[in-house]
């Protein structure tokens, strides 16, 4: 009988563990990301390029068109958007893409295996940390302003020291520039749509799923 006893408790605590186990599990918000259409006020276009087919892949990787950031990412974001309003040409930011989950960049990362364009899994992405954002100026339509290319184009003409080009894309190039540094963010020399919040290195690398609608 006692044995019998000690079975079925051993068997009720397995759930009661398993069910532990999961409510552990981090989510989006306990690892301090926040949902950037949800802030009031700020006035930005998503476009999350890898939630469609329009990237370099030609493949659907998220299963949501949404923008996650960290707080502190969210936070000089928004200190951006304000910078680029009171611009002479005032303009604001169509958002290509944000927290990216772990598994979602390996698929990246197969597709594209090139250090100069693609973090290696193993070191991980900025993205995958919520401090990273890839982004456009746009008007407050959301068409976006004329850059030096598209989204992921793995070429010279996106380095951000690409002076073969028109003087107006070149001065809205750099103004974009200064107004990310002033918010905050650091750039990448061979994506100019590509901007890190300072202090990614304390953040971890996440692969929490991207909820979907």
């Not at 690892?31 to 390029?49: H, K, M, Q």
């Not at 370099?56 to 951006?80: M, P, R, S, V």
């Not at 994506?191 to 996440?206: A, I, N, R, S, V």
Request: charged share 25%; proline share 8%.
């Amino acid at each position: 009988m006692k044995t019998l006893c000690l079975i079925c408790l051993l068997w009720l605590a397995f759930p009661l563990e398993s069910i532990a186990r999961q409510s552990a599990l981090p989510t989006l918000q306990t690892a301090g990301l926040v949902d950037i259409a949800a802030i009031p006020g700020l006035n930005v276009f998503i476009d999350i390029r890898y939630a469609t087919s329009r990237n370099f892949t030609g493949k659907k990787i998220y299963n949501a068109d949404k923008c996650y950031l960290h707080q502190e990412a969210a936070q000089a974001l928004q200190k951006a958007v304000k910078l680029a309003a009171r611009q002479k040409e005032p303009f604001t930011f169509c958002l290509w893409d944000c927290y990216r989950p772990q598994s979602a960049h390996r698929k990246l990362w197969e597709a594209f295996p090139n250090p100069n364009y693609v973090a290696p899994p193993k070191k991980g992405s900025r993205h995958s940390r919520g401090m990273a954002v890839d982004l456009t100026p746009c008007d407050f339509n959301g068409t976006p302003l004329a850059m030096p290319t598209d989204f992921d184009s793995f070429s010279k003409r996106a380095h951000m020291d690409f002076e073969d080009l028109p003087p107006d894309i070149l001065a809205r190039r750099e103004i974009l520039k200064k107004i990310m540094t002033a918010a905050g963010f650091t750039y990448t020399r061979t994506e100019w749509w590509h901007f890190d919040k300072t202090g990614w290195k304390t953040k971890p690398l996440l692969d929490i799923a991207i909820p979907q609608e």
